[in-house]
Antibody, heavy 128, light 111 residues
Framework: EVQLVESGGGLVKPGGSLRLSCVVSGFTFSSYSMNWVRQTPGKGLEWVSSISRSSISRSSSYKFYAESVKGRFNISRDNAKNSLFLQMNSLRAEDTAVYYC????????????????WGQGTLVTVSS | QSVLTQPPSASGTPGQRVTISCSGSSSNIGSNTVNWYQHLPGTTPKLLIYSNNLRPSGVPDRFSGSKSGTSASLAISGLQSEDEANYYCAVWDDGLNGPGVFGGGTKLTVL
């Protein structure tokens, strides 16, 4: 059974930092790209960041960020520990949201990409 | 404001067919596949449609998706009360398997 379990959320003051973690099980973590997606209170889903799967030819992964978090957030992964991370710095009130860890599935031949599994989410509240 | 444009609300009566649109551009919908999610408050989003028109196992065939150019649609036929939820279209860069974008979401009300 595929499982994704986030942790690390909480209350933090504006300008502060927080590190989210996501431990996965039930699939070969290193073979999948992973995302962080958030939902702000009363608003919709927002893609935050992606990290590509590892490959034999490359030791590092590609990383992508939404413009709203670029330069402040850093996504990383530890394949040996089946873990995904999101380091969030210089937090703002508008970063308040439930943050979901999500697995990116793909069609054969890489002709499509989509999030197929989600964690339960962890709440981040940025407030003084 | 989301890159993908959805109507904020939609409604229908039980048994009716409703459609939800998603409008984008050549850089997102026009060059990648479209996915649809159902999201109920307090729960995890559920994948309804992937790769424009494919249903994961367990999703009823009442749900269908289509794409044309830079727009996509989700159709729900035989509307049921449990279909009342928020629906989101989403696109990921199929080539990079990376950057994604969501629509603003459509709140579906079953009257």
């Amino acid at each position: 059974e595929v499982q994704l379990v986030e942790s690390g959320g909480g209350l933090v003051k504006p300008g502060g930092s927080l590190r989210l973690s996501c431990v996965v099980s039930g699939f070969t973590f290193s073979s999948y790209s992973m995302n962080w997606v958030r939902q702000t209170p009363g608003k919709g889903l927002e893609w935050v960041s992606s990290i590509s799967r590892s490959s034999i030819s490359r030791s590092s992964s590609y990383k992508f960020y939404a413009e709203s978090v670029k330069g402040r957030f850093n996504i990383s992964r530890d394949n040996a520990k089946n873990s995904l991370f999101l380091q969030m710095n210089s937090l703002r009130a508008e970063d308040t949201a439930v943050y979901y860890c999500a697995r990116v599935g793909s069609c054969s031949g890489g002709t499509c990409s989509y999030v197929d599994y989600w964690g339960q989410g962890t709440l981040v509240t940025v407030s003084s | 404001q989301s890159v993908l444009t959805q109507p904020p609300s939609a409604s229908g009566t039980p048994g009716q067919r409703v459609t939800i649109s998603c409008s984008g551009s050549s850089s997102n919908i026009g060059s990648n596949t479209v996915n649809w999610y159902q999201h109920l408050p307090g729960t995890t989003p559920k994948l309804l449609i992937y790769s424009n028109n494919l249903r994961p196992s367990g999703v009823p065939d009442r749900f269908s998706g289509s794409k044309s150019g830079t727009s996509a649609s989700l159709a729900i036929s035989g509307l049921q009360s449990e279909d009342e939820a928020n629906y989101y279209c989403a696109v990921w860069d199929d080539g990079l398997n990376g950057p994604g974008v969501f629509g603003g979401g459509t709140k579906l009300t079953v009257l």
